[in-house]
């Protein structure tokens, strides 16, 4: 029968309670990942070592072993090739040696034919542990299949293995969409050359989601950090469906989003450099690649500022998420000064109607900026805050703390972080809070032992 300890109020820089379960990739109970790339004439040399590369780092992210993270790679082109299975090296060494000797083969682009290749390679993995593990197929494409892939894809979700699929250039999104079967599963780069920039999303996928069975009891569990309560959860069921209740409940929370507005208003004096600038345009992307994007779904805004605003593009510019990922990819910084406040006024107008807007859904501004506002950003946040957006200030290094409250409205809303590196933090958190996960799950009317659905999020579940 399933028990549970009480953990209630942990904060996510005390986790006493659960870090003998739960501490990173490189504890992740075992599982088995596949990479299935894509060795067609249409990839350049240079490309094809840029998916090695995106391998090697993924793997290293891993504890590998027979009874732990277990990796294969899977070639095609006109036809697929098994590289290596995942029985065949146990350790990181003999992988990366693996990796790098992987030669491409060329030929067409026969992406159906390579799933239903992948669903016998599976099944006869399978066959190698003495119980069940979580299964997930990475996809690297850079182009249209020249078969279908819809149905070899589904038939590797009812068998239970997550799709993740991640196209370049000039991959179909519709049909990436097909093999990844969910929006959060899909990624896209404008090129191969940015494959690695992928790297946090899809390991922070697998490592956050992975919900074994529990080799003693086939127990299902999910750990799932909500950053945004400052809480963890920790839930173990004897009933597989309630396990796939709960972590289907998080993994499609941004999927059943209706409609959002979101403007970026990023910081582009010249107090900041190149590189950095950079790492601001990865984290708007990061947000855009877990989002539907469509003119009636997720719209995305950019404006930039510096001595005075910019605006980049507006929300209704862009519908796809290949489009909008090459606007996002093309900005050039502005340089100048820091007037936060005057960008923040000449944003308001932004979320209109007028401007492509939708004021009748939920609208927010995310708001990234590395030092101190040269004029006052008090009554222009607050304007905006007044007109229904909700403003998330995130702040980097010389950035005002004051000033960030000012801008967010309350201390939830504001992020502060050494430096660019570290953005992936408010990124994940600002992400659950737009996905508003507390109300759907109060939405499926759900909760446990007699308790409230806000009292449960406190809870350590175990057996």
Not at 98 to 116: K, Y
């Amino acid at each position: 029968q399933t028990e549970y300890l009480a953990c209630h109020s942990v904060g996510f820089n005390n986790l006493n309670c659960v870090t003998h379960l739960f501490s990173g990739c490189i504890e992740t109970e075992e599982a088995d990942i596949f990479f299935l790339i894509d060795g067609s004439g249409s990839i350049q040399p240079d490309n094809f070592q840029d998916m090695k590369m995106f391998m090697k780092e993924v793997a290293k992210t891993f504890r590998i072993g027979a009874n732990k993270v277990r990796i294969g790679v899977v070639q095609f082109g006109s036809a697929p090739q098994t590289e290596f299975d995942m029985t065949q090296y146990s350790t990181n060494t003999e992988l990366e040696m693996a990796m790098n000797q992987i030669v491409q083969i060329g030929g067409g682009t026969e992406t159906g034919r390579a799933l239903t290749y992948m669903k016998t390679l599976f099944s006869e993995a399978a066959k190698t542990r003495s119980y069940g593990v979580r299964r997930f197929l990475i996809i690297i494409t850079d182009g249209q299949s020249e078969d279908s892939v819809e149905i070899p894809a589904e038939e590797l979700r009812q068998e239970g293995i997550v799709n993740y699929a991640i196209g370049a250039g000039e991959a179909d999104p519709a049909e990436l969409l097909l093999i990844g079967g969910f929006q959060e599963k899909v990624f896209y780069v404008t090129s191969l050359d940015f494959l690695i920039d992928l790297k946090n999303s899809i390991v922070r996928e697998i490592c956050e989601t992975i919900c074994p069975f529990d080799k003693h009891f086939y127990l299902h569990y999910c750990i799932i950090s909500l950053l945004l309560l400052d809480h963890w959860f920790f839930f173990v069921s004897s009933d597989d469906n309630d396990g796939n209740i709960i972590c289907n409940l998080f993994l499609s929370a941004c999927s059943k989003l209706d409609t959002v507005d979101i403007i970026f208003l990023i910081d582009g004096s010249g107090s900041i450099n190149v590189e950095d600038f950079a790492k601001m345009k990865m984290f708007m992307n990061s947000i855009v690649n877990k989002t539907s994007i469509g003119a009636d779904k997720v719209q995305v805004g950019a404006i930039q500022f510096g001595s005075y605003p910019r605006p980049e593009f507006q929300l209704n510019t862009h519908s796809t998420k290949p489009d909008l990922q090459q606007a996002i990819y093309n900005i050039q910084q502005l340089g100048g000064g820091t007037q936060t406040g005057r960008a923040l006024t000449f944003t308001a107008d932004y979320f209109d109607g007028a401007r492509g807007g939708r004021p009748n859904i939920a609208q927010y501004l995310i708001v990234i900026t590395d030092g101190e506002a040269q004029d006052e950003v008090l009554a222009p946040a607050k304007a905006l805050r007044d007109k229904g957006i909700t403003v998330f200030a995130i702040g980097v290094f010389n950035a005002n703390n004051t000033q960030l409250l000012e801008i967010g409205g309350s201390p939830d809303k504001v992020h502060y972080v050494e430096n660019f590196d570290d953005l992936d933090d408010p990124e994940k958190q600002i992400f659950w809070e737009i996905c508003s996960v507390p109300n759907e799950l109060g939405k499926q009317g759900m909760s446990f032992q007699g308790e409230s659905n806000s009292d449960w999020f406190g809870h350590f579940y175990a057996w």
